[in-house]
């Protein structure tokens, strides 16, 4: 598997994948989460313009995941309650991390990456996003408190320090 920069071109393929992402969260408790068709083209094409959209390629599969990733202050960070963060050093922040489930490990295969590109990642998900909260604890992420995303809505916020 390889992971590079998104382009336009992908964009029906994202949109595919993050369909296909949104009816497995909903099938595995977590239907709230991407609501009302998020994310949209304009949203996923503005992640390509900042040139922080990524996508992961199998072989003779073509892209099977897409993912926003920058290192960059996010926020909705500032404010974090219930807990701290680990540090406050410069990191590199993930979202929209959404897979056509047609290969394993493409998680860890994305988390791996990300953190040979910085040594602190935060990244957030919904209370009802189990399988993503199993994912993180299980990679070494530490869940710091909950934040408030741009939607209004709560989010546990995790980080992983390299130290």
């Not at 993050?18 to 989460?33: D, K, S, V, Y």
């Not at 009302?36 to 990524?54: F, H, I």
């Not at 056509?100 to 957030?124: H, K, L, T, Y």
Request: aromatic share 12%; proline share 4%.
């Amino acid at each position: 598997m390889i992971i590079r920069k998104s382009t336009p071109a992908d964009l029906p393929r994202l949109l595919v994948i993050t369909e296909l992402a949104r009816q497995f969260m909903a099938e595995t408790g977590n239907p709230n989460q991407w609501r009302s068709g998020y994310p949209t083209s304009e949203l996923l094409l503005r992640d390509m313009a900042k040139g922080n959209s990524y996508v992961c390629e199998e072989g003779g599969l073509g892209v099977v995941a897409t993912f926003y990733f920058g290192v960059e202050e996010e926020p909705t960070y500032a404010e974090l309650s219930g807990g701290q963060w680990l540090n406050d050093e410069p990191y590199g922040v993930i979202h929209r991390l959404a897979s056509s489930g047609e290969v394993r490990g493409v998680a860890r295969f994305v988390f791996d990456w990300c953190c040979n590109q910085v040594e602190n990642i935060r990244v957030d998900t919904h209370a009802d996003n189990r399988k993503m909260q199993e994912l993180l604890t299980s990679f070494g992420f530490t869940r710091c408190g909950v934040i408030i995303a741009s939607d209004g809505y709560p989010r546990f916020a995790y980080q992983r320090t390299a130290r």
